[in-house]
């Protein structure tokens, strides 16, 4: 319902009476004529002729103002999903998703992502949501908007596209579909089905491709799949939207134009097949021309130093990606084009030492990651990464080394912080281990695998009970909720006398992720 007892389509009562009025001329009710009064060859009256004229020009101006009032893009969110259905539906859509695709577990593509995205966001008047961006390891051509606030990225758009502009145009327009709750709309015609089996066909719907047949199945899936896609005005509030967004960030808005362009030449190259991201998403001259007449009006805004700052890092991101997603010897080759372009270029260097890593070739590694350090001193993704390569070979000193430097330039960087921590365990010096594994506990978002070391320490140091709450928690995260309860109940069995440790199993116990054990 809506204010004052509107529906969807109007109040019911509301409609039948004004076409009632219009169906009996304008009068509710007519009475005998007046005295005195004037009357046509058809028993009407002129002067309440013309009233009732008024009257039915009267009446429809308001019908029309109720129709566009309640089609709105403001108003139709009285009709959406509310914030907490939605939010929950973002949960059921995440668990189906994850199972499916991986995300790009790299440290430096997560924060780049996450803080491109979140300086985007800035301008929008209301957040329902926190935000959250992810890259999805699939070279497809495609991004979305999930429910509750969740966009995702693929790494084969990425690769495609050639200018930070062209990237942010892509984030802010699934912002817009966001911001105007078109998928909440769209979600609540079709609730009725249930959320999470909505969630599953919305999957399908977003991914494409072979995983889209692992979520969704069926003809009735397939029918509703289609009342679920972006209509045209969608799209063209969003690329209002995204402009509005873009604007004040610095980037150009022309970057919308530039990756629509390469996302529809993506069509002829492989398969043949058209992009997930225009089923979804659909396009036209229509809509480009819209684009290119909102690009007319547009004046350059200075770069913030926000701005500056990921436009410089875009070329880094870029060549991670590549390193982490690419096949390894298409990648390789990438990277050796670019050093024999430029020998003493630091960032194909570093490119060429991920791809090593990828293949667990240390030794080859190496010597890649220090050179490109020489070229980018104190760059922590590089020294992270060559930090990894060290502890990967069983070289923890080297690898400490390094790592006490990256935290001298940033002493809050987990990824150093949970480095050092293996380290530490390696060495059997648990009780240091213990300390920064508990420490990374507490900083959110948390590694599923903080949980799985904390319950192997806890385990040499003999505290039974939280060993096996930490494998508890860790299970419970990987989606194996038969190991997390049988380490919960472990857990709970040596607790004693701990009423905080039993009073957070049964936290556990409880919680999402633990129905059906």
């Known amino acids: 319902m809506g204010p004052h007892g509107l529906r969807r389509r109007g109040h019911p009562y509301l409609l039948s009476a004004a076409a009632g009025i219009l169906r009996s001329g304008g009068s509710l009710e007519r009475g005998p004529p007046d005295a005195g009064e004037r009357w046509d060859h058809k028993g009407c009256c002129p002067m309440k002729r013309r009233s009732r004229a008024i009257l039915c020009r009267m009446i429809c101006g308001c019908l029309s103002v109720l129709f566009m009032w309640i089609s709105s893009p403001l108003v139709s969110e009285t009709w959406a999903l509310s914030i907490e259905e939605e939010r929950k539906m973002g949960e059921e859509f995440m668990a189906r998703v994850l199972v499916r695709l991986q995300l790009v577990d790299d440290p430096f593509v997560n924060e780049y992502i996450n803080d491109l995205g979140q300086y985007l966001i800035i301008p929008l008047e209301t957040k329902s949501f926190p935000f959250h961006f992810y890259v999805i390891k699939d070279n497809t051509l495609n991004a979305f908007a999930a429910p509750g606030g969740h966009i995702f990225v693929f790494s084969g758009l990425i690769e495609a596209m050639d200018t930070l502009d062209e990237l942010a145009a892509v984030i802010c327009h699934e912002i817009g ?5 078109h998928l909440a709309q769209r979600i609540e015609q079709n609730k009725a089905i249930g959320l999470a089996t909505l969630a599953g066909i919305l999957a399908g719907m977003f991914l494409g491709g072979e995983a889209a047949g692992a979520v969704m199945t069926g003809s009735i899936a397939a029918g509703l799949q289609a009342q679920l896609h972006y209509s045209r005005e969608d799209e063209r509030q969003a690329d209002q939207l995204s402009y509005k967004y873009m604007v004040p960030s610095g980037f150009d808005p022309g970057g919308m134009v530039e990756a629509l362009n390469k996302i529809q030449k993506g069509s002829w190259i492989g398969t043949g097949k058209i992009p997930a991201y225009l089923l979804t998403h659909p396009t036209g001259p229509e809509r480009m021309a819209n684009l290119e007449a909102m690009l007319n009006e547009y004046k350059p805004m200075p770069l913030t130093k926000e701005a500056r700052r990921l ?39 570093f490119g060429l030492g991920m791809v090593y890593m990828e293949q667990s070739k240390y030794d080859a590694a190496i010597p890649e990651l220090k050179r490109a350090l020489e070229g980018m001193p104190d760059f922590i993704p590089i020294m992270r990464t060559l930090a990894e390569a060290y502890q990967r070979k069983g070289q923890d000193k080297e690898a400490r080394a390094v790592l006490e430097k990256v935290l001298k330039l940033d002493h809050g960087d987990k990824t150093a ?13 648990n009780r240091e281990a213990l300390r920064l594994f508990e420490k990374l506990s507490y900083l959110p978002p948390v590694k599923d695998d903080v949980f799985y070391h904390l319950g192997l320490l806890y385990g040499r140091e003999k505290h039974l009970a939280l060993a096996h709450y930490n494998f508890g928690i860790y299970f419970k995260r990987q989606g194996k909720p038969q190991k997390a309860r049988f380490h919960f109940k472990k857990a709970g069995e040596l607790a004693g006398r701990d009423p905080a440790l039993r009073k957070k199993i049964r936290k556990e116990l409880e919680g999402r992720g633990m129905e059906g054990t």
Do not use: W
């Open 311 to 349: 436009r410089s890092r875009f070329p880094v991101f870029k060549a991670v990606v590549t390193a982490r997603c690419l096949d390894p010897g298409d990648a390789e080759r990438a990277f050796k084009r670019g050093m024999e372009k430029n020998p003493d270029a630091a960032l194909p260097r």
């Open 417 to 429: 912080l949970f480095l050092l921590g293996i380290t530490y365990e390696n060495a059997g010096q």
């Open 177 to 181: 579909h966001i911001a105007a709750r």
